[in-house]
């Protein structure tokens, strides 16, 4: 399944941590790309870093972050529309029919969201009827969606990974990186 996030409404000075956040949660958990309706430059710099290093290619896509209109994306997107939203049906009782899909596109907010957005959306879904966050809304709808494959990424195009250790931290140098 490929699935692209839709972060709305990033505000650079107030949102920049927890926007990169949710991209970096879309790339871990096995995201092909995320669009900001925003540019803003150093957070696009730090995640495109973060896959220089970790890497972008999971087998299946590589990762990118890009803008776009996001009224275009919404009426233009070949695939499922999902917005995320407390308001929204619980994604148990919309998992089944989600999973038939290949192409999604998952709409998080940052603040308040255009009512257009539940309109243009196929789907507004919730992660339970309480507010929380669209980094948790979002690590937990991949989790569901592409069954825990989180857990089995790895990253063809890693300079660096992590060798997991019951104490302490230890990382991996890989063929990848440059010879020094
Ligand atoms: N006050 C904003 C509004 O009314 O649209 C929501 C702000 S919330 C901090 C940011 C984003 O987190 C939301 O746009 C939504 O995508 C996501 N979110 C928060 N709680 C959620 C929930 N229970 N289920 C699904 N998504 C949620």
Redesign the pocket.
């Known amino acids: 399944m490929e699935i692209y996030v839709l972060r709305?409404g990033h505000r650079p000075k107030r949102d920049k941590r927890i926007s990169t956040h949710v991209a970096l949660t879309a790339r871990a958990f096995g995201a092909c790309g995320i669009y900001f309706d925003v540019n803003d430059e150093k957070l696009f710099e730090s995640i495109n870093d973060v896959c220089k290093r970790w890497g972008k290619n999971n087998g299946r896509c590589e990762f990118f972050i890009k803008t776009c209109n996001w009224r275009n994306m919404l009426k233009n997107f070949d695939g499922l529309k999902i917005?995320?939203?407390?308001y929204?049906m619980p994604l148990n009782e919309k998992l089944y029919e989600v999973k038939k899909h290949k192409k999604i596109l998952v709409?998080?907010?940052?603040?308040?969201?255009p009512s257009e957005v539940y309109q243009l959306s196929d789907l507004n879904?919730?992660?339970?009827?309480?507010?929380?966050?669209?980094v948790?809304?979002l690590a937990i709808f991949l989790d569901r969606v592409l069954d825990e494959e989180e857990f089995k990424i790895n990253f063809l195009d890693a300079k660096i990974q992590v060798k997991p250790t019951e104490k302490g931290k230890k990382l991996i140098k890989l063929q990848n990186s440059p010879q020094d």
Request: aromatic share 0%; no cysteine.
């Open positions: 709305l917005h995320l939203t407390m929204g709409i998080v907010g940052a603040e308040k969201v879904i919730s992660i339970g009827n309480q507010p929380h966050s669209e948790a809304a």
